[in-house]
């Protein structure tokens, strides 16, 4: 594929080619110029080359970021992260990170009931002021001070998308039968039991698999274990939160550790 340089000018006269330059606001692209302007050709090089190492560092810092919040891990401090459906929170160092949502919006909630303002999407940033945003363009900047909360509002659509997508990442075996199970299919069952003194955590492929496990490992230690509602018992020793019941934490226990393993080979 022809390249552009730094500047903006291709390599090889390709009129496909995309501008980098459209990533510059119109102010940007004038001060770029200008910039370019004082410069002999021996000093663009050097910043050609100054751009890319700083450039291939950052992907390099951002890819192994990211294969450590792949691994459940937090990329902060290094402890297990608490995984949901659309977010990754480290209780040990408060680090965070959240998706938002596309169909849906956001809504900015002024101090003393002043009202709301909705955008399409916006942005936290670091000194607690929000960027609205409408259209691609930024329709509003409010001021930290200005308002009480962010709400992101996420249609049921969205979610049942996001929970369908997330579980197409997993590779679950059914506790009995051992075939690949599909969580969105009829039948499906995410159940936790104890044996012993540890609860455990079983998926099933139908109701038929579940109930030949049922029948062939009741759990004589604790009476009704299948019945019991988890949170409401203190007989075994908890390896899941109140919320274990969701797909949003089963990345936890069935990520592909297959397609890990290939990775790093």
């Not at 604790?222 to 019945?227: D, I, Q, S």
């Not at 509602?229 to 899941?240: E, G, M």
């Not at 797909?247 to 990345?251: D, I």
């Given at each position: 594929?022809p390249?552009l340089d730094?500047f903006?000018r291709?390599k090889?006269?390709?009129?496909?080619?995309?501008?980098?330059?459209?990533?510059?606001?119109?102010?940007?692209?004038e001060?770029?110029?200008?910039d370019?302007?004082?410069?002999?050709?021996?000093?663009?090089?050097?910043i050609?080359?100054?751009?890319?190492e700083?450039?291939?560092?950052?992907?390099?810092?951002s890819?192994k970021?990211l294969n450590?919040?792949?691994?459940?891990r937090?990329?902060?401090?290094?402890?297990?992260?608490?995984i949901h459906?659309?977010?990754?929170?480290?209780e040990?160092c408060?680090?965070?990170?959240?998706?938002?949502?596309?169909e849906?919006?956001?809504?900015?909630?002024?101090h003393?009931?002043?009202?709301?303002?909705?955008?399409k999407?916006?942005?936290?940033?670091?000194?607690?002021d929000?960027?609205?945003?409408?259209n691609?363009?930024?329709?509003?900047k409010?001021?930290?001070?200005?308002?009480?909360?962010?709400?992101y509002?996420w249609?049921?659509?969205?979610?049942?998308?996001?929970?369908?997508?997330t579980?197409s990442?997993?590779?679950?075996?059914?506790?009995?039968c051992?075939?690949?199970?599909?969580?969105?299919k009829d039948?499906?069952?995410?159940?936790?039991?104890?044996?012993?003194?540890?609860?455990?955590?079983?998926?099933?492929?139908?109701?038929?698999?579940y109930?030949?496990?049922?029948?062939?490992?009741?759990?004589?230690v604790?009476?009704?274990?299948?019945?019991r509602?988890?949170?409401?018992?203190?007989?075994?020793?908890?390896?899941?939160g109140d919320?274990?019941?969701g797909?949003?934490?089963?990345?936890k226990?069935?990520?592909r550790?297959?397609k890990?393993n290939?990775?790093?080979k």
């Open positions: 594929m390249m730094l903006g291709k090889d006269d390709d009129p496909l080619e995309t501008d980098p330059n459209m990533l510059l606001s119109d102010e940007q692209r001060s770029l110029e200008h370019m302007a004082l410069l002999d050709n021996t000093q663009e090089h050097r050609q080359k100054a751009v890319e700083e450039v291939h560092s950052a992907a390099e810092n890819a970021r450590v919040i792949r691994m459940g937090c990329p902060k401090c290094g402890e297990a992260l608490s459906l659309a977010a990754s929170i480290c040990n408060g680090w965070y990170h959240y998706a938002r949502p596309k849906g919006c956001i809504r900015i909630h002024l003393g009931n002043d009202g709301v303002v909705e955008g999407k916006g942005y936290v940033l670091k000194n607690g929000v960027l609205v945003v409408n691609d363009v930024v329709v509003a409010i001021p930290a001070a200005s308002y009480s909360r962010v709400e509002v249609t049921p659509e969205e979610i049942t998308n996001l929970s369908k997508r579980a990442y997993f590779q679950i075996s059914c506790g009995w051992g075939d690949d199970v599909d969580v969105n039948g499906f069952h995410l159940i936790h039991v104890a044996f012993g003194t540890t609860q455990e955590r079983y998926c099933f492929c139908s109701d038929e698999c109930e030949a496990f049922r029948k062939t490992y009741p759990s004589r604790h009476r009704n274990c299948y019945e509602n988890c949170a409401d018992c203190n007989l075994c020793v908890k390896r899941y919320e274990a019941e797909m949003r934490v089963l990345a226990d069935f990520l550790a297959s890990l290939s990775n790093k």
